[in-house]
């Protein structure tokens, strides 16, 4: 008692004198319990060095330091927040934050800074938020963010950016919110937001560009919001807008004269549009999006309205058309007005004109009086408009040109050169030295012999498809130090030798898909620690042996695509790698689901099986990788039959599952995969009966649209699960079902299952023909519950 007494005193004590050693500058307030330093508005010029070392948070905004020295924070190592807003700061030295390992939130908005340097930011390698708005960046360096690996948020708005270069962002893997906003850019490079595989979220409103970047926006595939309002571009083309999983596009008050009824052809998932304040005066069905939910047109003049397919709009659209805008009410804006009657749709805004219409609100216009004058009067009008305003489209400035090998171009102000198509049998040489992207596609190499690309020592994304190339001898890229992209796609390489990739340490992009490579070139791509996505479709490899571990070859690793192989086995711990995130296994030969071979995958999120000729899925078939799945893909695989446990422990996470053009009859369980997004059960020969009653009830009681067809027993054969009335039939309660699936779980798993694993469970039972009689009067004493809730399930 009298030793644990001693300790508590000795404890306060230490405590209490730790308190008051705490060093705070004298012009500076602090926090002691909270390890606080604030220094705002003091004028101060350099950083102060008594701040204590223990300091977890440092306030220095409104004081005039101008520039930040190397090592400028050695002396607060523990610092997690640091707030250097209006300071003045002009230069961000190499390795002035080396020491801040533990810093979370920097804040250098409202400085100086015109360049962002390669080492600006070494030592953040635990950096979330970088906030460098209101400055006057013009330049990114290559490898100024290669430190940050996980940055959430990064703010570049209010500054001087003209042009982003390729690879500008590299190194950051775990960004989430890119924000380009308030800058004057009017050239994006076509890599400059690649390799960010994790953003969902990008701005570039208030811009110069005058054409959509379309080659540029398919890099970065996570991206679901995306802002580029305030961008002065007056058409989008056909297929303009390509990115898989955008859910949010902002066009407002631009230029936009037309739009392309195909422009949003490849945004599937596009279900928030802003296309107010632009100059369209009609605009045809957009195809493309089949989620679209919201759309904003407000200041349209002169609207000529399409009719859109009802099943592809919720009917409780709102469609903008506010106060204050040219929304010219005549016959064109009818249609529109008819079918807001119909569908209840609020409309929100008044007309601009005609005269006697002008200020009415739009929900309360009579759709007869919506009236058109002739088309020769419109006609003219329009003219007169053009004359009076003139041809106000800019003018492109010509690039400058500089010395370039024959028969090449080299654009000396994007640093890009290019010699596609030229014929060429060895490579060129003589490049700009600061050439950054390099295109040599479609030539005739046939052999690319030791340091074919001396002076290109810049280099970060190099074109060699369709060249012919059937040999690269070790070191052929040697001297390509921030070679960052690789393509060889489309060529003739049967074997790589395993110095090939020698001298070319950053490359963390190669594509070698369309060659006849008979091996997985393992021991090739030793050289490549950085390697991130890996793309070998289109080859001859057969099989994938032990030697080539990825978490050995490639620790890296995060996307591998072997579509379209001759896969027909894969090794136990093959594809084994901590990193890997993306697998693409579809149209090869396999036979059966490679369950050892992913048993290391821990973090596998995509998986493509399809086209593969797997007839039996078994139980626990996606053990290893359950955890982390999201995406999985097994259609057209002639599959017969998935084990009822096939899908156990995958869970609510999984957001795509994919079984289409297969032949069961039968399908487990899905009720425990709340998570699901997407899911295609078509042209699979369903036995409608009382062992499908799960799938019927699932199907309910979710928002889904799920088509599943019967194709047995005949009289019910291609029709929809949902419609036929064949279940009727089923009177066995929900839970003696749920029983019974939880028994037959628990056999075949040797344990007792779970309470609660599933909400609705399959039944492998009989279709028994109960008797007329029986059937009515179990219906009258217990009917099963089928308002549970869509949150719920």
Not at 79 to 105: D, M, P, W, Y
Not at 630 to 639: A, T
Not at 704 to 716: D, I, K, M, R, S
Request: with cysteine; charged share 20%; proline share 6%.
């Amino acid at each position: 008692m009298y030793f644990s007494s001693v300790v508590v005193v000795l404890l306060i004590s230490a405590l209490s004198s730790s308190t008051e050693a705490f060093k705070c500058p004298k012009v500076c307030s602090c926090d002691t319990s909270k390890l606080t330093a604030t220094c705002v508005g003091k004028n101060l010029t350099e950083v102060p060095q008594t701040v204590d070392e223990i300091s977890l948070k440092l306030d220095l905004k409104n004081n005039n330091l101008k520039v930040l020295p190397r090592g400028a924070f050695t002396h607060t190592p523990y610092l997690t927040h640091l707030n250097l807003q209006r300071c003045n700061i002009i230069k961000v030295k190499e390795g002035a934050f080396r020491t801040l390992g533990r810093v979370v939130s920097l804040n250098l908005a409202y400085n100086k800074i015109d360049v962002l340097y390669q080492e600006s930011f070494d030592g953040l390698s635990s950096l979330k938020e970088l906030q460098l708005d209101h400055n006057r960046i013009e330049e990114i360096q290559p490898g100024a963010f290669t430190q940050l690996g996980f940055l959430n948020m990064l703010d570049l708005t209010h500054n001087q950016l003209v042009y982003i270069p390729n690879m500008a962002f590299q190194g950051l893997n775990n960004i989430k919110w890119l924000r380009l906003s308030h800058n004057s850019l009017n050239n994006l490079a076509h890599e400059a937001f690649a390799g960010l595989f994790t953003l969902n979220r990008l701005s570039l409103d208030h811009n110069e560009l005058q054409f959509f970047p379309t080659e540029t926006m398919n890099r970065p595939r996570e991206v679901t919001r995306l802002d580029m309002s305030y961008n002065p571009m007056t058409y989008l083309g056909e297929e303009s807008v390509s990115m898989a999983k955008l859910t949010h596009l902002y066009l407002d008050h631009m230029s936009l004269q037309d739009l392309s009824d195909q422009a949003l052809s490849g945004a599937p998932k596009l279900s928030h549009l802003d296309l107010s304040h632009n100059q369209l005066r009609y605009l045809e069905p957009l195809k493309g999006p089949k989620e679209l939910s919201s759309l904003n047109m407000t200041g349209i003049t002169e609207f000529e309205y399409f009719s859109y397919k009802t099943t592809n709009l919720i009917f409780t659209i709102i469609l903008f058309l506010l106060k204050g805008n040219p929304s010219y009410c005549n016959c064109y804006l009818r249609p529109l007005r008819e079918w807001a009657n119909v569908k209840k749709v609020k409309l929100l805004g008044a007309c601009a004109g005609p005269p006697h219409l002008s200020d009415e609100p739009l929900q309360a216009v009579d759709p007869q009086d919506l009236r058109c004058r002739s088309r020769g009067e419109m006609l003219q009008d329009e003219l007169e408009r053009e004359e009076s305003t003139g041809d106000t489209s800019p003018t492109a400035k010509p690039k400058p040109k500089v010395k370039c090998p024959l028969h090449c171009d080299c654009d000396i102000e994007a640093q890009h050169a290019t010699c596609e198509g030229q014929g060429h049998t060895k490579v060129p040489r003589g490049f700009p030295t600061k050439t950054q992207l390099l295109d040599l596609r479609s030539n005739h190499f046939h052999y690319l012999p030791a340091n074919s690309f001396p002076g290109t020592g810049q280099v970060v994304s190099l074109h060699l498809e369709f060249c012919k190339i059937h040999e690269i001898e070790g070191g052929a890229f040697r001297g390509m130090k921030k070679l960052y992209y690789l393509y060889l796609s489309d060529n003739d390489l049967t074997s790589l030798d395993p110095e090939a990739f020698s001298g070319a340490p950053e490359l963390t992009y190669l594509h070698l898909e369309g060659n006849r490579l008979v091996q997985f070139p393992g021991s090739a791509l030793k050289l490549l620690p950085s390697l991130f996505v890996l793309h070998l479709e289109r080859n001859a490899i057969s099989k994938i042996e032990p030697t080539g571990l990825l978490s050995s070859v490639t620790p890296t690793l995060r996307e591998l695509y072997l579509t379209n192989n001759t896969l027909t086995s894969i090794a136990k711990g093959a594809l084994d790698s901590v990193y890997l995130g993306i697998l693409h296994l579809d149209s090869n030969q396999l036979t059966e689901i490679p369950v050892d071979a992913l048993s290391q995958a821990a973090n596998l999120e995509e998986l493509k099986l399809s086209h593969n000729s797997i007839r039996q899925v078994g139980p626990n078939a996606f053990q290893p990788v359950s955890q982390s799945l999201k995406r999985l893909y097994l259609d057209q695989m002639g599959m017969e039959k998935i084990s009822q446990d096939a899908l156990v422990g995958l869970n609510p996470g999984l957001k795509a599952l994919t079984l289409h053009g297969n032949q069961l009859q039968e399908l487990p369980d899905l009720s425990p995969l709340t998570g699901l997004e997407e899911v295609d059960l078509q042209e699979n020969p369903l036995l409608c009966g009382c062992s499908l009653l799960h799938l019927r009830r699932w199907m309910e009681n979710v928002s889904l649209e799920v088509v599943a067809t019967c194709g047995n027993p005949p009289e019910v054969k291609g029709q929809k699960v949902r419609e036929v009335t064949v279940f009727k039939s089923c009177t066995e309660n929900l839970s003696t079902v749920k029983e019974k699936a939880d028994v037959n779980s628990g056999l075949s798993s040797g344990k007792r299952p779970k309470p609660g694993l599933s909400k609705v469970s399959a039944v492998k039972a009989r279709p028994a023909k109960p008797k007329t009689k029986q059937t009515k009067a179990t219906k009258k004493r217990k009917q099963p519950n089928t308002t549970k809730s869509k949150k719920t399930l």
